[in-house]
Nanobody, 123 residues
């Protein structure tokens, strides 16, 4: 059974950091583009960042550029999202998703989704 599991969310003060993890089971991630998405209450799901299979090229939403970094470790079958300089507006449930594609996009056209992990940025 193909499954994605996110972890690493929590409560952090503005300006703080968190590292999110997306672990895959039932399949290997090296053939999949991986995306991170988030959804705040009352808002649509938005693409945050994604990483392709070829060369590990990455994309970021303008709102997180320079603050978030996506990376992948195919040996550990895990994708990471390092989030620095967090702001209250980053508060949301964060989801990772996978699609069998060479390149990634920030639209939610992915085949497999995790259950999400809550990130709350508040003082």
């Amino acid at each position: 059974q193909l499954q994605l599991v996110e972890s690493g969310g929590g409560l952090v003060q503005p300006g703080g950091s968190l590292r999110l993890y997306c672990a895959a089971s039932g399949f290997t991630l090296d053939s999949y583009a991986i995306g991170w998405f988030r959804q705040a209450p009352g808002k649509e799901r938005e693409g945050v960042s994604c990483i392709s299979t070829i060369g590990g090229s990455t994309n970021y939403a303008d709102s997180v550029k320079g603050r978030f970094t996506i990376s992948r470790d195919n040996a550990k079958n895990t994708v990471y999202l390092q989030m620095d300089s967090l702001k209250p507006e980053d508060t949301a449930v964060y989801y990772c998703a996978a699609v069998r594609s060479l390149l990634c996009v920030l639209s939610p056209s992915y085949d497999y989704w995790g259950q999400g992990t809550q990130v709350t940025v508040s003082s």
